[in-house]
Structure formats: structure tokens, C-alpha cells
């Protein structure tokens, strides 16, 4: 039987706050275990929860950006359920009136383009992190993260196979942290995937049994994931067997999903609206003043690349891949005189390969714009070529310094002068006159031979273009 993928996805991206949603504490990670929770943390008896209202900001930047419905009026609910590090024994979340609703977010599929619907954006709150190792057969319990500020981000089950909900995946990821509401570090869990999938015979338009698996921290453990679990229902239905609606966790060492536990629909959480928080209202006057403040969406900026500065689909993605990338080749672009091809492919090309290769960013690099601008302007000018600049590239990441300095105190300039390239040419025709004559006689591949003698003569420093241009004509005679 030909089967169809049916993928849906919730992400929960943790809000860019210094505080938690309803309280003061900080939401710094790396603290030690439970010095971060306070008493409306811990729900001490007596406390009350105040929203922070930069978490509703970060709602607004999301709706805005993906088109969707900002709620005038919205609601908190009690989602209610028992979990070790979950304090409260309910989770403060929204349910049937949530901040943000309807969206859309377009992909880049091997096919083309495509459009997945997002159902709705929540506000809510983090449980606590249950600790399972180094306890000898007991749990510890850090309560530091919960409160932690989350928007929870539901897609529409519009995804037909793992590479799609990979690329869903990793263009949410590049829209919240380009309009700053995450900083979407999945090693420290500020971006976390949860996939629904099923499966149903093709052309059946009714979905089939789904199950969950949860807190996917990784791409690729999301991929992988997602195939096992594909290939174990399909095996499980073919075999006779019914997939069962579940909870289930990734196991990345054994590559397969397992059990966590039945899947609750929603009347098993029994929302109710939570009596300590009034409904929040978002005024037509606070929207505005957060789209003012909206950066350009990754989008558009990729399409003025193309359009404004002539550069390639494919490097105006790259360059747009994240809003550091793109800051980064913005403030190039102007001290090259706006050459964007050379800016281009000198950020995604050197300067992509030192980043990936020392684990830093943008914000980190060892080499500012102005840095690069330096050496880039000496490419441009003729006083270094293009070999020379990727070893000064190396040598400022490693030293620091300023391009400049570096060419002359190593003798790199760039020799250029007709007279210089005439007399380095002239010497090398008088040492080899049976080369002269043989590419006289047509043996075009000698010019290779001169061009070869004459930079090792130069010491590296001849301009190639004009080498060539006096190599050709003095060959000529």
C-alpha cells in the first residue's frame, strides 16, 4: 500500500526576556539548580502571578511577521496536570482565545515553494527540568527554568514528509531569532520541537492515529525521529497491528522512538480561565508602535539583494540565512563601495568557513567588516591579489590588525608596474629562447611555463592581469 506522511509541529521558542512571565526571577541559563525560582516559582501559598509584558511584545513581533491575527483580547487558562517539576500542579497557559492566531510561513521545498498554516501562537509558562543523572536511582529537581516566558507555536498538519518539516523547522527558527524574540540556542532548549505524525493511505482525506514526540532539541534528531517513527507505523499497520495515540520520546543512541505515555486530548487537561490573571488587552495603538520597530523581514531583504544589489537567489539566501549574516554583509557592503559580489563571496565563502570552523558567529568573529573592508579595498585596487588576501584573511583572524600594516610589513604588495613586469619578462625570454620560439611556433600551453617563472620570479607579488597582458605581447614579438 502507498502510504501518505501527515506532519504537524508545536515549537516551544523561549521568549527573549531577562525576567520570567509572572514573576521578577532572571531567565539567565547555566545558574546553579534552583536559586532562579522564587515564590510565584514555586507557588507558595498566597502569591500572584503579574504578566510581563515584553513576553506579550514578543507575541505582537510574531504575529506581525507571519500575517496573522493579533487578539484584541486573550485569555489565560489552567492547563492541569501532575508532573514532578511542576509546581503549581497546573501550567498557566491559553487555550481557547490564545494572543496569536492564524499566520502562514513559506518554505523552500525540493519542488518549490510551499505554504504551511500556522493554527495559533500561545503565551505560556515552562514546567522545572526533572534531573535523572548522577542521582543514584532518584530524580533531582531544577525549578530554575520554571515560569521561563514561552510562545507556543502550532503549525497546521500540512507537512507530507520529514525534509518539509525539517525546513518548516529551520525557517521558524531563522524568524524568531531575526526579529529577536528567541535567541534560538537548541543546546540550552530556547527552541524545542514537538512532531505529530501519522499516516494514511493515499487519497483517504481523513487523518490517521497520531502520535507525539516530544522536546526534539536538534534538526537532525528531529529528521531522524521522524523517519523512525514514519517507518514504525507503517510496519506496525501492514503487520495488522493499530498505532495507538501517544506520547513517545527519541532515543538518539538507539535511533528510535518509545513509549512516554497515553496522549491526552484537551478535556483531559480541564482548562479553566485562570482566576488570578485578567484578560490581556492589546490596544490597536501597542500594536503599531511594535510594527514601528519591526526590523525587514528576511524575505524582503533577500528579494532587494536580488533586485537593488544584483546578487544570485542563492547568495541572497545565504546572506539572509540569519539576521547576523546579513548585519555583517550590510556594514561590508559600503567599505567596498558597495561591490556586493566581492562582499558576497567573501562572507559566505572565507569568512563562513572560519566561523564554522572555530564555532563563533558573526557577533563573535575575530575579523570586523572593517576589517575585511580593509583588505577587500587592496583586492580591489590591485595592491594585493585575490591568493594574498585569503593569506592576510588567515593572518588577521589569527593576529588582528589591519590589512594595511600587514602588506607592508611582509612585502606583499602587489607589483603592478609595466616596466617592473616588462624587465621580469624580458629576462625570462632571454634565459629560455627555445620556450620563446616553440609558443611562436603555436604551442600555446608554453604561455603557462612563463606565466609559472615569472610569479616565482616576482616572489608572488606580479599582478597576474597585467602580467599576462605583457607576457602576450612581448611573446608576440
Aim: some cysteine; charged content about 25%; aromatic content about 8%.
Amino acid at each position: 500500500m502507498n502510504w501518505e506522511v501527515v506532519i504537524g509541529l508545536e515549537t516551544h521558542a523561549q521568549l527573549a526576556t531577562h525576567s520570567k512571565i509572572f514573576s521578577g526571577s532572571s531567565t539567565a541559563f547555566g545558574a546553579a539548580p534552583n536559586v532562579q525560582a522564587n515564590a510565584v516559582d514555586l507557588a507558595l501559598p498566597g502569591v500572584l502571578p503579574v504578566l510581563n509584558r515584553a513576553a506579550v511584545t514578543c507575541a505582537i513581533r510574531f504575529g506581525l511577521a507571519t500575517g496573522a491575527h493579533i487578539a484584541e483580547s486573550s485569555v489565560f487558562a489552567r492547563k492541569n496536570y501532575f508532573y514532578p517539576d511542576l509546581p503549581k500542579g497546573y501550567q498557566i497557559s491559553q487555550y481557547e482565545i490564545p494572543v496569536v492566531s492564524g499566520g502562514v510561513l513559506t518554505i523552500r521545498t525540493e519542488s518549490g515553494e510551499k505554504t504551511i498554516r500556522l493554527t495559533r501562537a500561545h503565551l505560556e509558562e515552562d514546567a522545572g527540568k526533572s534531573l535523572h543523572e548522577d542521582f543514584h536511582g532518584l530524580s533531582g529537581i531544577d525549578l530554575n527554568r520554571a515560569g521561563t516566558p514561552l510562545l507556543e507555536i502550532v503549525s497546521e498538519p500540512d507537512m507530507r514528509s520529514p525534509a518539509e518539516a525539517v525546513a518548516y523547522a529551520r525557517m521558524l527558527h531563522r524568524l524568531v531569532t531575526w526579529i529577536g524574540i528567541c535567541d534560538g540556542n537548541m543546546q540550552e532548549g530556547s527552541f524545542r520541537c514537538d512532531a505529530n505524525v501519522s499516516i494514511r493511505p493515499q487519497g483517504q482525506e481523513a487523518f490517521g492515529t497520531r502520535c507525539e514526540i516530544k522536546n526534539l532539541n536538534s534538526f537532525r534528531f528531529l529528521e531522524k525521529a521522524m523517519h523512525y517513527e514514519i517507518q514504525r507505523q507503517i510496519e506496525l499497520v501492514e503487520s495488522g497491528g493499530v498505532v495507538i495515540q501517544e506520547t513517545r520520546l527519541y532515543d538518539p543512541e538507539r535511533d528510535e522512538t518509545r513509549p512516554m505515555r497515553s496522549k491526552e486530548d484537551a478535556q483531559d487537561y480541564r482548562y479553566f480561565p485562570d482566576p488570578d490573571l485578567l484578560p490581556l488587552h492589546i490596544t490597536a495603538d501597542w500594536v503599531e508602535q511594535v510594527r514601528a520597530q519591526m526590523p525587514e523581514l528576511p524575505e524582503a531583504m533577500q528579494q532587494r539583494f536580488v533586485n537593488d544589489l544584483g546578487l544570485s537567489a542563492y547568495d541572497a539566501g545565504v546572506l539572509t540565512g540569519s539576521r547576523a549574516t546579513a548585519q555583517y554583509f550590510l556594514q561590508l557592503l559600503p567599505l567596498v563601495e558597495d561591490d556586493a559580489k566581492l562582499c558576497a563571496n567573501w562572507v559566505t565563502g572565507e569568512l563562513s568557513a572560519a566561523l564554522h570552523r572555530d564555532g563563533v558567529t558573526e557577533e563573535s568573529s575575530r575579523i570586523s567588516p572593517q576589517q575585511l573592508g580593509g583588505l577587500l579595498k587592496r583586492v580591489k585596487d590591485g595592491t594585493i591579489s585575490s591568493k594574498m588576501a585569503k593569506e592576510l584573511f588567515e593572518a588577521l583572524w589569527t593576529d588582528g590588525g589591519d590589512a594595511d600594516t600587514l602588506i607592508e610589513s611582509r612585502g606583499l604588495r602587489q607589483i603592478s608596474d609595466a616596466g617592473a613586469l616588462e624587465d621580469i619578462v624580458g629576462a625570462l625570454m632571454a634565459e629560455h629562447p627555445a620556450q620563446v620560439a616553440e609558443y611562436r611556433a603555436g604551442k600555446e600551453k608554453v604561455f603557462g611555463f612563463f606565466v609559472g617563472r615569472a610569479m616565482k620570479a616576482s616572489g608572488g607579488r606580479a599582478n597576474p592581469e597585467q602580467l599576462n597582458a605583457v607576457l602576450k605581447r612581448k611573446l608576440a614579438g
